[in-house]
């Protein structure tokens, strides 16, 4: 009697094949996205490695929040949604034969609606760690660390986490920067200064404004979202320090859903290898940022990690 090898692994093996075929046939073609997933064609053959209800839909569905440029906020026309994730998203959607569609959503919420099975992924320049692997599993695909936004001149001289003692830092609430100011806060106190005093607003913007209007002395973000706003903001802000809490970005996804995982990695290979990864950094100028390969839940194996 022949063993016979599971179907799933059967179905894998073929996808791949077909991928080879498919991925070569695209070389020859056009290389552009789109956001749109109005008009979902027939799922190409490598969709078989997504959950069977991606598959049946054809459409890959990813959270975000649309106003953390440049990962993800809203374009000129005030409506579409672009930057990092979106362009990332469409291309490894792409890579697995379907379409992305893009669903805007507070950041506070992209996780407990990625429980809620809201979404299949999410992806909005989150970052990968230790406290959140409990809730979520990771895909990590850029590999940055943290500085500090300041108003011009720096006035308020923070350009160190120590230098953050007694200072006002306006942050957004949800994100790891909260984290990293109430870890460092608790480091001040220990050593006998003044804690960090610790703003939360719900969006980038409002954080941004309280530098720009006196009110607070500093705001904490990933070098590329830095460099992004200052050179945004007109002259009125820069960024200070050297990068620390060495970081990754990652696309959260459901905890345990393996299936999704191998699929990620399997799509984010091909656009490293094809090379729509690098032109995508290199658009929104942040390719210093690129890793070699994806990994799963690395957030706590970086050196000065936030984890």
């Avoid at 106190?189 to 009110?215: H, S, Y």
């Avoid at 984010?268 to 290199?282: A, N, W």
Wanted: with cysteine; hydrophobic share 40%; glycine share 10%.
């Amino acid at each position: 009697m022949t063993n016979q090898p599971p179907k799933r692994m059967y179905s894998i093996a073929a996808a791949l094949a077909s991928a080879a075929l498919l991925l070569g046939a695209a070389a020859c073609g056009s290389t552009d996205q789109t956001t749109d997933a109005s008009s979902t064609s027939t799922p190409g053959p490598v969709s078989t490695l997504l959950p069977e209800s991606v598959q049946k839909a054809g459409i890959l569905t990813i959270a975000t929040d649309a106003q953390l440029p440049p990962n993800n906020f809203v374009g000129p026309d005030g409506k579409t949604i672009i930057g990092v994730s979106v362009d990332m998203g469409n291309a490894v959607a792409k890579a697995l034969g379907v379409k992305a569609t893009f669903v805007n959503t507070k950041f506070a919420s992209l996780i407990t609606g990625l429980q809620a099975g809201r979404y299949d992924i999410a992806m909005s320049g989150i970052t990968d760690t230790a406290e959140r692997q409990k809730q979520v599993d990771f895909v990590d695909f850029i590999e940055s660390g943290q500085v500090f936004i300041v108003p011009k001149g720096n006035p308020g001289k923070v350009d160190s986490q120590d230098a953050m003692c007694g200072k006002n830092l306006s942050l957004v609430t949800g994100t790891i920067s909260v984290d990293l100011a109430e870890a460092q806060s608790a480091k001040c106190v220990q050593a006998g200064q003044e804690q960090v005093k610790i703003l939360k607003f719900p969006t980038v913007a409002d954080a941004l404004l309280q530098l720009t209007n006196g009110r607070a002395d500093a705001n904490i973000a990933n070098l590329g979202k830095a460099a992004y706003q200052s050179k945004e903001s007109g002259g009125k802000l820069e960024v200070a320090g050297k990068p620390f809490a060495t970081s990754y970005d990652a696309v959260a996804v459901k905890k345990g859903d393996k299936e999704m995982i191998a699929a990620l990695q399997y799509g984010f290979e091909q656009i490293i290898k094809d090379g729509t990864y690098q032109k995508v950094l290199e658009k929104w100028d942040v390719q210093d940022s690129a890793v070699d390969k994806v990994v799963v839940n690395g957030g706590d194996s970086l050196e000065g990690s936030t984890s």
